[in-house]
């Protein structure tokens, strides 16, 4: 079977925990904060955003209509003027204005209707066609014009034929372009009688009024992405200050729930020195209560010991062969429950320091001890990462574990998990399993649901709590659940972090 190298096992477990940090910040009180800051300062930005582009967008329309009405004035007088003329004058003026250089606007009398490729739409040209055709429908009762924009390379003059740029450049360049730059030209045609067309073609006074570059540039962008993260990082900066004392109470919370006493440094803002004074005292109280507790089992231990043994040699005096017997058993009896509750005591609270346990080699060597005692264990799975926690400890929740299990069910069979969280172990056995009314009643100190025999001769009925005592201790739990296919299954569940 293929495994893999250290190297590689190790770049897996560093990038699981990578994914599984960045997955978990935004349940920390810092990463909520800091994701509430950027969406209210990113909403704050869009709103103030919006409002100045649709002010902008209505002073632009507004400045437009203002230079619009004037110059629509003017072409209606330019209208009126050509149409009052003679026909046969017509030309002649617009020979003259030609020969001149052209005046602000273009105009020639054509035979038929330009074909004008319009520009895209946009809301500024419409404010400008609008202003336009209402002006000429009032001034000259004109309500079919032809307006639109066109750019000056592709704009037709005189027909369909011939470009601006085709004619000399005192015709018209003058007016309608402005070299190297292409503004928008203005046309606009009405019809003077059934076969002439007036060509008036001009440009607006603010020529790159259509300009589609939008007002979010990219430098605007810019600087609201750099506000932005300025905010962030000055923000981030601030709450980890805040909530680093809050980190270094929760993991002490921790460590002192898995045994291991850590007075808090008391720092940080009023509120959170309070807390970690607060804190301090609750783990004083407890830690002392915890101390009392061990050294008065100790005490009842010593103290009960010597009475024990003298009933004990007084018994074996006794004449009575049934008293002395009763006696006796009643002696070996109380010896049982001082030793069950020392020994419950002792094995829950172990004074060692938490390492890395390799969980997979310490079950090898359980499963080595379970042959050599001609036990069955069938182990299987794999870890990605040792165990932190107390190997003396640990080691003893196992055996417990799956010594019930050889006693139960002769056999048992060991799977092995883990993920990015958690440790799981499965002890399954193929024993008559546990009735449910009593899943939580084994675990209390003394119950044993069969009576002993060869294969586990001393039993109190205290292997499930130890078990359990010390998987709490390590911030884990111990489940029974009855299998379908027959037998219990007896579940290991140790957090990794």
């Known amino acids: 079977m293929p495994t893999q190298s250290p190297s590689n096992s190790s770049l897996k477990h560093k990038v699981k925990h990578a994914i599984s940090k960045f997955r978990r910040l935004p349940s920390s009180l810092t990463g909520q904060i800091l994701i509430i800051l950027a969406l ?57 204005l030609q020969e001149m250089g052209g005046t602000r606007f273009f105009v020639t009398v054509n035979n038929e209707e330009i074909l004008i490729n319009e520009l895209e739409e946009s809301p500024l040209q419409n404010v400008v066609i609008e202003e336009f055709r209402n002006t000429l429908a009032k001034q000259l009762g004109i309500t079919n014009p032809k307006i639109a924009f066109s750019s000056p390379d592709d704009l037709h003059v005189i027909n369909n034929h011939t470009r601006l740029s085709d004619l000399p450049e005192r015709w018209g360049h003058h007016s ?66 805040v909530t ?6 929760a993991r002490a919370a921790e460590s002192f729930g898995q045994g291991d006493y850590q007075p808090v440094e008391e720092v940080g803002s009023e509120e959170i020195r309070n807390t970690a004074h607060a804190f301090n005292a609750m783990q004083t109280r407890i830690q002392r209560y915890l101390d009392d507790r061990e050294r008065l089992f100790a005490s009842i231990s010593h ?7 003298r009933l004990r ?87 417990n574990l799956i010594d019930n299990g050889l006693y139960y069910g002769e056999r048992v069979k060991v799977e092995l998990d883990n993920d990015d969280e958690l440790v799981t172990i499965r002890i399954l056995d193929e024993g008559p399993g546990i009735p449910t009314e009593k899943m939580e009643k084994v675990f209390q100190p003394y119950t044993r649901l069969t009576i002993k ?38 579940k290991l569940i140790l957090p990794l972090h």
């Not at 400045?63 to 330019?78: G, K, L, Y």
């Not at 020392?342 to 997979?360: A, G, P, Y």
């Not at 060869?454 to 884990?476: D, E, F, Q, V, Y």
Request: hydrophobic share 45%; glycine share 4%; proline share 6%.
């Open 40 to 96: 209210g300062v990113t909403i704050a930005q869009l709103v103030s955003s919006t409002i100045w582009l649709k002010q902008l967008a209505a002073d632009a329309e507004q400045n437009v209509r203002e230079v619009a009405q004037p110059m629509a004035f003017r072409v209606a007088s330019t209208i009126s003027y050509f149409s009052s003329l003679p026909q046969n004058y017509r030309h002649i003026v617009i020979d003259q």
């Open 176 to 241: 309608l372009l402005v070299k190297p730059l292409t503004p928008p030209i203005l046309v606009i045609q009405i019809p003077i009688n059934e076969k002439d067309w007036l060509y008036l073609a001009t440009l607006m006074p603010d020529p790159y009024f259509l300009d589609g570059s939008s007002p979010i540039s990219n430098d605007r962008l810019f600087s609201l992405a750099i506000s932005i993260m300025t905010v962030l990082l000055l923000s981030f900066l601030i709450i980890r200050r």
């Open 303 to 309: 103290d009960l010991k010597t009475p024990i043994t």
């Open 453 to 490: 025999h060869a294969n586990h001769p001393s039993g109190m009925g205290l292997g499930l709590s130890i078990a359990r005592n010390i998987a709490r201790a390590h911030g884990g739990e111990v489940h029974l659940i009855n299998r379908p296919e027959g037998g219990l299954e007896a």
């Open 313 to 399: 040699l007084r018994a074996e005096m006794v004449d009575e062969e049934d008293t002395r017997e009763a006696m006796v058993r009643d002696l070996e009896d109380l010896d049982m429950l001082v030793k069950g509750a020392l020994q419950s005591v002792k094995e829950t609270d172990i004074h060692e320091n938490r390492v890395e346990i390799n969980i997979l080699k310490m079950l090898k060597d359980l499963q080595n001890s379970a042959q050599l005692a001609q036990r069955n264990m069938q182990l299987s799975g794999e870890l990605d990462q040792p165990y932190i926690g107390k190997p003396l400890a640990i080691k003893r929740c196992l055996t």
């Open 244 to 249: 680093k004392p809050l980190a270094k109470l």
